[in-house]
Antibody, heavy 121, light 107 residues
Framework: QITLKESGPTLVKPTQTLTLTCTFSGFSLSTSGVGVGWIRQPPGKALEWLALIYWNDDKRYSPSLKSRLTITKDTSKNQVVLTMTNMDPVDTATYYC?????????????WGQGTLVTVSS | VIWMTQSPSLLSASTGDRVTISCRMSQGISSYLAWYQQKPGKAPELLIY???TLQSGVPSRFSGSGSGTDFTLTISCLQSEDFATYYC?????????FGQGTKVEIK
């Protein structure tokens, strides 16, 4: 059974760096074809794709946020970490991590519950 | 970047109705499209991938069609649990992108 759970601060100040951790079970990021992505959703708004890391450590980012994002994995801990620098109130959102379906394609069949991050001074 | 136009943004319907949601791409994506359902306060759930393949466990009243630039999600007989927001997502090219969502509400 695949599960994912996001963790991190619920409140960050403008200009600070956000670090979110996705802890998962039921799969390994050392297995060929596996990937974990991050998606966010501002309150009342649509989903926004942020980043994706693959089993082979290939990483992909949203171009609009690429300069601010870093995604890493710790295979031994079954974790994926997303850092976002220079946080702004417009970055207030629920942040989700999700498992890439075992298909070789980048859609997500399992999602974490999400974590709401508020950016405010 | 592939831009996605999802329509309508709001759909009012009754239980038992047949509803269709459209997702149009700014360029062709073959069949690299997924559909998700999201209920308030919950994470999205995968409904359909490869434009028309039903995810395991999803009721057969959901169906997807299309290829290239125009895609459709159809709910053949709307049930009470189907009132939610629906998103399309393309995975043809980077960055992967989501549509703006269609909220299906009770008429």
């Amino acid at each position: 059974q695949i599960t994912l759970k996001e963790s991190g601060p619920t409140l960050v100040k403008p200009t600070q760096t956000l670090t979110l951790t996705c802890t998962f079970s039921g799969f390994s990021l050392s297995t060929s074809g596996v990937g974990v992505g991050w998606i966010r959703q501002p309150p009342g708004k649509a989903l926004e794709w942020l980043a994706l890391i693959y089993w082979n450590d290939d990483k992909r980012y949203s171009p609009s946020l690429k300069s601010r994002l870093t995604i890493t994995k710790d295979t031994s801990k079954n974790q994926v970490v997303l850092t976002m620098t220079n946080m702004d109130p417009v970055d207030t959102a629920t942040y989700y991590c999700a498992h890439r379906k075992y298909s070789g394609y980048d859609y997500f069949d399992y999602w974490g519950q999400g974590t709401l991050v508020t950016v405010s001074s | 970047v592939i831009w996605m136009t999802q329509s309508p943004s709001l759909l009012s319907a009754s239980t038992g109705d047949r509803v269709t949601i459209s997702c149009r791409m700014s360029q062709g994506i073959s069949s690299y499209l997924a559909w998700y359902q999201q209920k308030p306060g919950k994470a999205p759930e995968l409904l359909i991938y490869a434009a028309s393949t039903l995810q395991s466990g999803v009721p057969s009243r959901f169906s997807g069609s299309g290829s290239g630039t125009d895609f459709t999600l159809t709910i053949s007989c709307l049930q009470s649990e189907d009132f939610a927001t629906y998103y399309c997502q393309q995975y043809y090219s980077f960055p992967r992108t989501f549509g703006q969502g269609t909220k299906v509400e009770i008429k």
